[in-house]
């Protein structure tokens, strides 16, 4: 009989990169390889399969009562969540349970009393210290984690940092980094391409001016009011043009219509980014100290921006710095408009950075490295 590996996740798996890439990435191995998270789109199909894996979406009608208090919702969702989770662990009798975050890890952890398969605990953050998350339900996720910490076999996180703070508060653990890096190859020669000057055609930007992009969510904790502040009346020779969506999204609208250096773009989806990327100089990695897991962390678009061909210019947290550094990617400083502002203005007119190789930040690597835990496990 083939082996079933079952990824669990509170996420829509149809939209969530990382694990699609790892689901892809596992369909090489002689198993069943099956992802199951949560609809949250009204989608005309809930299983999605081909040759390799199957996913499945789940409907929680839980999900639809919004009178509740945002508390009890959170409550209720979790617990059916967990019920059809149980249906789906019994029918497929995995050989290994993967969880992505702590949302699905409790109903792993108990059902594996049941079925003696191994526990691979993948924490997309540092989970109990997030942007965003309460003093309670840290506390709360902290504990739960503490509790299960000894039944995880494998412990696999998004940067060392991230995985050296987990060994030290929970405990040494078989541990394993897999980066947030995207699916994409190297650029070569961005500014050789016909689609170069995009950014400046769309915006009618004079063409001798630089380009700084940020991409990704426009909200609260990633520096938006701060990029604003730097660009609204700078001195540099250089346009900002912010890509993606957020609660701040409008603020962002409406400043580009005040100030002609700063610009709106709509998302794009994942497989446009490179190409959109590429055609500006600079991407923007400055992100805020308001949580753990931000000052640890290794965002995903640090990686698009690199293998786009763009200089980095990002917050001087540990990771992003070793990271940019280590590469040679870019430069980094403290995330204060000061700062920033003093950086923009040494750098944007000097040449663009040669990159060393990136071949261990590349997904194909991080393959590797997930497929020798898979080929390793008892």
Same mark, same amino acid.
């Given at each position: 009989?083939?082996? @079933?590996?079952?990824?669990?996740?509170? @996420?829509?798996?149809?939209? #969530?990169?990382?694990?699609?890439?790892?689901? %892809?990435?596992?369909?090489?191995?002689?198993?069943?390889?099956?992802?199951?998270?949560?609809?949250?789109?009204?989608? /005309?199909?809930?299983?999605?399969?081909?040759?390799q894996i199957k996913i499945i979406t789940l409907e929680l009608f839980t999900k639809k009562i919004k009178f509740l208090p945002r508390f009890f919702r959170h409550i209720f969702n979790f617990g059916e969540l967990n019920f059809k989770l149980i249906?789906?662990?019994?029918?497929?009798?995995?050989?290994?349970?993967? =969880?992505?975050?702590?949302?699905?890890? !409790?109903?792993?952890?108990?059902?594996?009393?049941?079925?003696?398969? @191994?526990? *691979?605990? /993948?924490?997309?953050?540092?989970?109990?210290?997030?942007?965003?998350?309460?003093?309670?339900?840290?506390?709360?996720?902290?504990?739960?984690? $503490?509790?299960l910490w000894k039944r995880i076999d494998i412990f696999i996180s998004v940067s060392d940092s991230i995985i050296e703070w987990y060994n030290t508060k929970l405990g040494p653990k078989k541990s394993c980094l897999i980066l947030n890096s995207p699916?994409?190859?190297?650029?070569?020669?961005?500014?050789?391409?016909?689609?170069?000057?995009?950014?400046?055609?769309?915006?009618?930007?004079?063409?001798?001016?630089?380009?700084?992009?940020?991409?990704?969510?426009?909200?609260?904790?990633?520096?938006?009011? %701060?990029?604003?502040?730097?660009? %609204?009346?700078?001195?540099?020779?250089? #346009?900002?043009?912010?890509?993606?969506?957020?609660?701040?999204?409008?603020?962002?609208?409406?400043?580009?219509?005040?100030?002609?250096?700063?610009?709106?773009?709509?998302?794009?989806?994942? #497989?446009?980014?490179?190409?959109?990327?590429?055609?500006? #100089?600079?991407?923007? =990695?400055?992100?805020?100290?308001?949580?753990?897991?931000?000052?640890? =962390?290794? !965002?995903? %678009? +640090?990686?698009?921006?690199?293998?786009?061909?763009?200089?980095?210019?990002?917050?001087?947290?540990?990771? *992003?710095?070793?990271?940019?550094?280590?590469?040679?990617?870019?430069?980094?400083t403290k995330p204060e408009v000061s700062n920033m502002i003093s950086l923009i203005s040494t750098v944007v007119d000097k040449p663009k950075v040669e990159f060393k190789n990136l071949y261990e930040l590349s997904w194909p690597a991080q393959v590797? $490295? +997930?497929?020798? *835990?898979?080929?390793? +496990?008892?």
């Open positions: 009989m083939v082996e @079933t590996v079952l990824h669990l996740s509170h @996420t829509d798996i149809r939209h #969530d990169s990382r694990i699609l890439k790892q689901l %892809k990435a596992l369909g090489s191995l002689n198993k069943n390889i099956v992802g199951i998270g949560v609809n949250s789109l009204e989608l /005309d199909k809930n299983v999605h399969s081909n040759e249906s789906y662990l019994i029918k497929f009798k995995p050989s290994v349970v993967h =969880c992505h975050d702590t949302t699905v890890l !409790p109903i792993g952890v108990v059902m594996s009393f049941f079925y003696n398969y @191994t526990i *691979i605990y /993948d924490a997309h953050e540092l989970e109990s210290n997030r942007n965003g998350q309460g003093k309670f339900f840290s506390s709360v996720v902290f504990y739960l984690e $503490k509790i699916d994409i190859k190297i650029i070569e020669n961005h500014k050789n391409d016909e689609n170069a000057y995009y950014f400046h055609n769309l915006f009618n930007i004079n063409k001798d001016r630089k380009i700084f992009i940020y991409l990704g969510i426009i909200g609260e904790g990633r520096g938006i009011h %701060k990029y604003i502040e730097v660009f %609204k009346n700078n001195s540099f020779n250089a #346009d900002i043009v912010f890509v993606g969506y957020g609660e701040l999204t409008n603020y962002v609208k409406e400043s580009s219509e005040i100030f002609k250096s700063i610009h709106y773009h709509n998302p794009v989806k994942h #497989d446009e980014v490179v190409s959109l990327v590429k055609s500006a #100089d600079y991407g923007l =990695c400055f992100i805020e100290n308001i949580s753990l897991s931000d000052y640890f =962390c290794l !965002p995903n %678009k +640090l990686f698009e921006y690199a293998f786009s061909g763009l200089t980095i210019i990002g917050s001087d947290f540990p990771e *992003i710095r070793k990271v940019v550094q280590d590469y040679n990617l870019g430069y980094t590797e $490295k +997930l497929l020798n *835990i898979y080929s390793n +496990l008892n």
